[in-house]
Nanobody, 128 residues
Framework: QVQLVESGGGLVQPGGSLRLSCAAS????????MSWYRQAPGKERELVAA?????????????NYADSVKGRFSISRDNAKNTHYLQMNSLKPEDTAVYYC????????????????WGQGTQVTVSS
């Protein structure tokens, strides 16, 4: 049974930091592209960051970020722990959203419809 379990969300002041974790089970984690999406109230779910599996030997592990978070957020993965992370620094009120962990097989980052596995989400609220 596939499971993606997010943790690390919460309330933080503007300028603060949070680290989200996504623990995966039920599939071969190292072979999957892992991503973080977020959805704010009244808005569509959007890609925040993604990291490829690293199994594409010629390309190595690659990351991709939404323009709005570049330089502030960092995605990483630990294949030995079947876990990936989103380090969020210099948080802004507009980062407030439910953050979802997602997994897909195949090459490249893909689009939202390419992701077959999703976590339940964790709330991040940035407010003073």
């Amino acid at each position: 049974q596939v499971q993606l379990v997010e943790s690390g969300g919460g309330l933080v002041q503007p300028g603060g930091s949070l680290r989200l974790s996504c623990a995966a089970s039920g599939f071969t984690f190292s072979n999957y592209v892992m991503s973080w999406y977020r959805q704010a109230p009244g808005k569509e779910r959007e890609l925040v960051a993604a990291i490829t599996s690293g199994s594409e030997i010629s390309a190595g592990e690659m990351t991709n970020y939404a323009d709005s978070v570049k330089g502030r957020f960092s995605i990483s993965r630990d294949n030995a722990k079947n876990t990936h992370y989103l380090q969020m620094n210099s948080l802004k009120p507009e980062d407030t959203a439910v953050y979802y962990c997602a997994a897909r097989t195949g090459r490249g980052i893909g689009g939202i419809l390419d992701y077959g596995y999703w976590g339940q989400g964790t709330q991040v609220t940035v407010s003073s």
